[in-house]
C-alpha cells in the first residue's frame, strides 16, 4: 500500500499541486511484499517517494533536521568499474542539500543486508567516481541511525510545520527568549498561559533550533529545553 504525506502549498492565492520530482527516476507506486511507498512533499515543493519503511524514517529523521534545507531522492545515478572491471551503475537513494549549501549522498540500507551485500564497498567506489556536483560526502544510513525516537520526534516536527505558526507562539516565543537554564516544555507552556497551541509552539521553536532539548526520547511536555547552544544530555 502507497501513503502519501503530500499536502500540496498553500499560499494567499490558495491551494497549488506540489511539483514533480527532481530525481533522475520517479520509483513506481507498486509495492513489493517486502517493500513500502510513501510519498511526501519536500520543503522545496517537490514530491519525494521513498521505496522502503526505512528510507521513509531516513527521509523524515532528514527533513526535521535545521541544517538540511531539502533532499531528492533518487538524485544521481554513478558509474563505478566493478570487480571484473565492467560497469555498474548505481542509483543513489537521497541526496541532502545542506543549508551550507554541501550536499550528502546517501545509500540506505539494512545494516544486516549492507553487510551481506557488502554496501560499504560499494559506498567507496561510488564516492570515489562521483563527479564533485553530486556530492561532498558520501554515507551510508541503517536503521541505527533512525531511532524510534528520532522518528517519532521528526513527524512530530512534520505535523506542527504542517499546521504553521498559530496565535499563541508569540506568548511561547517571549517565555524561550527569557530561558536561562534548564525548564520542561511544560513548564513554557504553563508560564505563557497557553495550552496545546503552546505545546506546538514551542516544538516549532525546537525545529528552528531556537530552543534545543537537553533530555533525550520522544518529545512531550516533559522533555527538558534550553537555549540554543546548549548540548544535549
Same mark, same amino acid.
Given at each position: 500500500?502507497?501513503?502519501?504525506?503530500?499536502?500540496?502549498?498553500?499560499?494567499?492565492?490558495?491551494?497549488?499541486?506540489?511539483?514533480?520530482?527532481?530525481? %533522475? $527516476?520517479?520509483?513506481?507506486? /507498486? +509495492?513489493?511484499?517486502?517493500?513500502?511507498?510513501?510519498?511526501?512533499?519536500? #520543503?522545496? *515543493? &517537490?514530491?519525494?517517494?521513498?521505496?522502503?519503511?526505512?528510507?521513509?524514517?531516513?527521509?523524515?529523521?532528514?527533513?526535521?533536521?535545521?541544517? %538540511? $534545507?531539502?533532499?531528492?531522492? /533518487? +538524485?544521481?545515478?554513478?558509474?563505478?568499474?566493478?570487480?571484473?572491471?565492467? #560497469?555498474? *551503475? &548505481?542509483?543513489?537513494?537521497?541526496?541532502?542539500?545542506?543549508?551550507?549549501?554541501?550536499?550528502?549522498?546517501?545509500?540506505?540500507?539494512?545494516?544486516?543486508?549492507?553487510?551481506?551485500?557488502?554496501?560499504?564497498?560499494?559506498?567507496?567506489?561510488?564516492?570515489?567516481?562521483? #563527479?564533485?556536483?553530486?556530492?561532498?560526502?558520501?554515507?551510508?544510513?541503517?536503521?541505527?541511525?533512525?531511532?524510534?525516537?528520532?522518528?517519532?520526534?521528526?513527524?512530530?516536527?512534520?505535523?506542527?510545520?504542517?499546521?504553521?505558526?498559530?496565535?499563541?507562539?508569540?506568548?511561547?516565543?517571549?517565555?524561550?527568549?527569557?530561558?536561562?537554564?534548564?525548564?520542561?516544555?511544560?513548564?513554557?507552556?504553563?508560564?505563557?498561559?497557553?495550552?496545546?497551541?503552546?505545546?506546538?509552539?514551542?516544538?516549532?521553536?525546537?525545529?528552528?533550533?531556537?530552543?534545543?532539548?537537553?533530555?533525550?526520547?520522544?518529545?512531550?511536555?516533559?522533555?527538558?529545553?534550553?537555549?540554543?547552544?546548549?548540548?544535549?544530555?
Amino acid at each position: 500500500m502507497e501513503q502519501n504525506h503530500c499536502t500540496g502549498v498553500r499560499s494567499a492565492e490558495g491551494w497549488r499541486p506540489p511539483h514533480d520530482f527532481r530525481g %533522475v $527516476r520517479t520509483p513506481s507506486v /507498486q +509495492a513489493s511484499r517486502y517493500s513500502a511507498r510513501v510519498t511526501m512533499v519536500t #520543503p522545496s *515543493d &517537490h514530491l519525494l517517494r521513498t521505496e522502503s519503511g526505512l528510507e521513509e524514517k531516513v527521509a523524515v529523521v532528514s527533513l526535521a533536521r535545521p541544517d %538540511v $534545507r531539502d533532499i531528492v531522492g /533518487q +538524485a544521481a545515478i554513478v558509474r563505478y568499474p566493478g570487480p571484473d572491471g565492467k #560497469p555498474i *551503475d &548505481h542509483t543513489l537513494d537521497f541526496v541532502e542539500e545542506m543549508v551550507d549549501d554541501s550536499r550528502v549522498a546517501m545509500i540506505v540500507k539494512p545494516s544486516a543486508t549492507a553487510d551481506k551485500r557488502g554496501t560499504r564497498g560499494v559506498l567507496k567506489a561510488v564516492a570515489a567516481h562521483a #563527479p564533485a556536483s553530486v556530492a561532498t560526502r558520501f554515507v551510508l544510513a541503517t536503521e541505527n541511525d533512525v531511532s524510534p525516537a528520532q522518528v517519532a520526534n521528526a513527524r512530530l516536527i512534520h505535523a506542527v510545520r504542517t499546521l504553521g505558526p498559530a496565535p499563541d507562539d508569540p506568548a511561547v516565543h517571549a517565555v524561550a527568549a527569557c530561558v536561562r537554564g534548564p525548564m520542561t516544555i511544560g513548564e513554557a507552556v504553563e508560564r505563557s498561559r497557553t495550552h496545546a497551541e503552546g505545546f506546538r509552539a514551542a516544538v516549532r521553536l525546537l525545529a528552528d533550533r531556537r530552543l534545543v532539548t537537553l533530555s533525550k526520547g520522544r518529545i512531550t511536555r516533559r522533555t527538558l529545553v534550553g537555549p540554543a547552544g546548549e548540548d544535549a544530555r
